[in-house]
């Protein structure tokens, strides 16, 4: 019985996903060590790299991966190593955002890069160029993670000034979260303190490749999410959430399993969402580089 009882445990991990975990740290901490003090750079690298997989190992935990334990996936991904974003706070607004009715909402959604047309109008003309900047690839590839932490942690203040506990207990745990990082940093880490900080900002920047257009301003629900038919090296450090319509239809399907699922019905999901596809991010970046994807403005939301 209790072999049986163990075989079954067994049968519900996913391997995969938690292999991934055991490579990302690993490389994490081989970049902050041995490879940052043979050379810097490829160290820095090497943490970029894995901060950004492991931001996307926190998404799909939250999405309840790899065990069947909340308490125990969340712990495989408690180091903060993008530094910046609390596991807790990634985790109830990304859920806030998978109500699709919302979607792009300049106040309901969390994940929104629109404002209220109001807002807009009342913002000086410095903070207008910024996020219109922000609005280009490049400006969201450069300034884009100072923009949006500032935003998250200007609109989280606001809520526990408010006396929201939930939102301060995510920033009290982030505490030990950072703190294991700093430890390790301290005892056993061979990189300079702004090698690491430079890294972390780098990885929210390549984040925010994926994040740049995943939802459109769109009438309907269901044309606001993308597809992003690219296979390549970001396809798999974003673990296939490219592929964005998908995962909103099925946010309990494990990574692994979004390709496969795409491709066999890829006429399905492109009718799906009206057709918001691109064919690679090789095809966002000659579109987008340089050029605005929409006005930061809502185009077609109204205050109620």
Not at 95 to 106: G, K, M, V
Not at 254 to 262: G, S, V
Request: contains cysteine; proline residues 7%; aromatic residues 12%.
């Amino acid at each position: 019985m209790g072999s049986k009882t163990r075989l079954v445990s067994l049968n519900t991990v996913e391997w995969p996903t938690l292999g991934l975990l055991i490579l990302c740290y690993a490389v994490w901490a081989v970049g902050t060590t041995w490879a940052a003090s043979w050379f810097l750079p490829l160290g820095m690298v090497l943490v970029t790299l894995a901060a950004v997989l492991h931001s996307s190992l926190s998404h799909e935990v939250l999405h309840g991966h790899p065990f069947r334990h909340r308490a125990v996936n969340e712990a495989l991904v408690f180091p903060a190593l993008t530094l910046c974003i609390p596991f807790q706070r990634f985790r109830d607004t990304h859920l806030a955002h998978h109500t699709d009715a919302i979607l792009t909402d300049p106040y309901d959604d969390p994940e929104s890069n629109y404002l209220d047309q109001g807002v807009w109008n009342r913002m000086s003309p410095l903070a207008q160029a910024a996020l219109n900047l922000n609005n280009r690839l490049i400006g969201r590839l450069l300034i884009g993670p100072l923009i949006g932490q500032v935003a998250f942690m200007t609109t989280d203040w606001r809520a526990i000034r408010a006396g929201d506990r939930t939102v301060l207990a995510g920033w009290l745990w982030h505490i030990p979260a950072l703190a294991l990082v700093i430890w390790w940093m301290v005892a056993l880490g061979q990189m300079p303190l702004w090698a690491l900080v430079l890294s972390s900002y780098a990885a929210l920047s390549i984040l925010k490749i994926r994040t740049f257009l995943e939802h459109q301003a769109h009438l309907r629900a269901r044309g606001r999410t993308v597809i992003i038919e690219d296979r390549g090296p970001l396809a798999f450090l974003f673990l296939n959430n490219n592929l964005h319509v998908v995962h909103h239809m099925h946010p309990k399907l494990p990574w692994y399993r979004l390709p496969a699922l795409y491709f066999a019905n890829r006429a399905r999901y492109l009718a799906r969402n009206d057709g918001y596809m691109f064919a690679s991010y090789a095809e966002v970046f000659r579109r987008y580089l340089w050029k605005p994807k929409d006005p930061v403005p809502h185009p077609l939301w109204r205050r109620p």
